[in-house]
């Protein structure tokens, strides 16, 4: 009887510890950003080609900056200066992950014209909003750090942009025969 209790003790402590390893190990393995939900993540590893990521990188920082107005504009009773914060940080990772694909666009020679126009106009509307707020934005105090970094993250990703306008190859030209 007690050799039964004992082995069912044993048996129910090695499967405790074998499940508890299986969410640290699904963890390590998944390589997605945390300010990316399942369905963004899953649209940047469907886009066929460089300059599709770069569009949706664009898309969800102006998504993550909207959402940040809204915040200001209408304050949530809880967690409001942490949405804030948050809203700012993947506004930012967003910007720099999109500035980054750019590099690698060019590195592989890849046609990201498109995706360097883009970028180029959308970063000056950014810091348009972006200046705006760090001039007079309601509750600076509880999000300055987070803004500031967002102003010069995106002042680096507009001044990426112009360098890679110069860099990128051409448009092929259509001959007429």
């Not at 009887?1 to 405790?16: C, Q, W």
């Amino acid at each position: 009887m007690k050799r039964k209790i004992v082995t069912a003790a044993l048996a129910l402590f090695a499967a405790t510890g074998a499940c508890s390893l299986i969410p640290a190990r699904a963890a390590a393995q998944r390589a997605d950003k945390d300010y990316l939900s399942s369905v963004e993540a899953g649209k940047i590893r469907d886009a066929e080609t460089t300059n599709d990521r770069i569009k949706l990188f664009l898309m969800f920082a102006d998504d993550r900056l909207t959402k940040f107005q809204y915040e200001l504009e209408h304050p949530s009773s809880n967690k409001h200066t942490e949405m804030l914060n948050y809203l700012l940080n993947s506004y930012i990772g967003c910007v720099d992950d999109a500035a980054d694909l750019i590099q690698l666009g060019l590195e592989k020679q890849d046609n990201i014209r498109q995706g360097i126009d883009l970028m180029a106009a959308k970063s000056k509307d950014f810091l348009e909003i972006l200046r705006r707020y760090a001039s007079n934005g309601a509750e600076l105090e509880i999000y300055k750090d987070n803004l500031d970094d967002a102003v010069e993250g995106t002042e680096d990703a507009l001044k990426e942009a112009e360098k890679a306008k110069k860099k990128a190859a051409p448009p092929p030209i259509r001959r007429k025969n």
